[in-house]
């Protein structure tokens, strides 16, 4: 069963057990808006039911980025008549890219999800993206009524899609903050998460800090964990510039644990190869040779 936590008036933390899940609502006037939905429908209709308990307002969703607990119960609240879903322009692509794949990942607790049968199963995608190119930090506001929010991008993260909202003093920051476990790595951008997380933590008009998992937390926990990963990021520019590579000698110098660490380690050394390989000049294509007047092409 979901667990509400008003932080702010009308302003909720709604708990979900699979995947330690924090999804937001933020009460307006006019409409409500959810932030996450869960990992398929059997979660999305747990966090709807917690919605309606509150609230009977039209709704809009937001899903701070495309890892599949986060947006994969999109179709419950389509079916609840939402028709507006923000998210960052990169998330909106990779849904499309990944979705159908990243059923894989949810069988066990999501088994129609992931077999992709039954009702709200299908993936529904964002509608309405941040302004820019997607690449720069961006901010839009939505107004729910006599209540603005705020969605902004900091930079690439946890991935290169991750979506903060703020309203009041209130910010739901999805898994650009962690709490209760080490940070996923899978496809995160581990020294630009360090400058994302910092950029967050010094926004002073934010109290209350909301992980995509675990309890609320403060601006010095963002900061904090901002500082472990910074000094993980040195550590482990160490372990590869000696070329020891990912060891277990190596995966104890970090701060995380063992398997933490060890998708640390191979997620900076495929960066740092793919940057090397965007430094190395191209070849020149050739281009054909002009022909004298009168010579028969070749072949």
Not at 3 to 8: A, I, Y
């Amino acid at each position: 069963m979901a667990r509400t936590q008003e932080l702010r008036r009308g302003v909720y933390v709604i708990g979900t057990e699979n995947w330690r899940l924090n999804s937001g609502l933020v009460l307006g006037t006019q409409r409500a808006l959810v932030i996450d939905t869960g990992a398929g429908p059997r979660q999305g209709r747990e966090i709807l039911a917690a919605v309606r308990d509150i609230t009977d307002l039209p709704l809009t969703v937001v899903n701070t980025h495309a890892h599949y607990d986060h947006y994969m119960g999109n179709a419950v609240f389509a079916r609840a008549g939402a028709t507006e879903f923000w998210a960052h322009k990169a998330c909106a692509s990779a849904m499309a890219e990944v979705g159908e794949f990243q059923r894989s990942f949810v069988g066990t607790q999501e088994p129609e999800m992931g077999d992709a049968t039954g009702i709200d199963t299908q993936l529904v995608l964002p509608t309405n993206t941040l302004p820019g190119n997607g690449r720069r930090p961006s901010l839009t506001r939505i107004d729910l009524g006599e209540r603005p929010v705020t969605l902004f991008f900091l930079g690439p993260g946890h991935t290169d899609n991750d979506v903060c909202v703020g309203v009041h003093d209130v910010v739901f920051c999805g898994d650009l903050v962690e709490e209760g476990a080490d940070p996923n790595f899978e496809d995160a951008y581990p020294q630009r998460w360090v400058e994302s997380l910092r950029a967050l933590a010094t926004l002073e008009r934010y109290i209350a800090f909301v992980p995509g998992h675990g309890t609320p937390v403060t601006a010095n926990f963002v900061a904090q964990q901002a500082d472990t990963m910074d000094l993980a990021v040195h550590r482990a520019k160490d372990v590869i510039a000696s070329g020891e590579g990912p060891s277990t000698a190596a995966m104890y110098r970090l701060p995380y644990q063992a398997g933490v660490a060890r998708v640390f380690l191979d997620r900076l050394a495929l960066i740092a190869a793919e940057s090397e390989a965007e430094l190395q000049p191209r070849p020149t294509p050739e281009l054909p040779q002009p022909q004298s007047p009168g010579t028969p092409p070749a072949g």
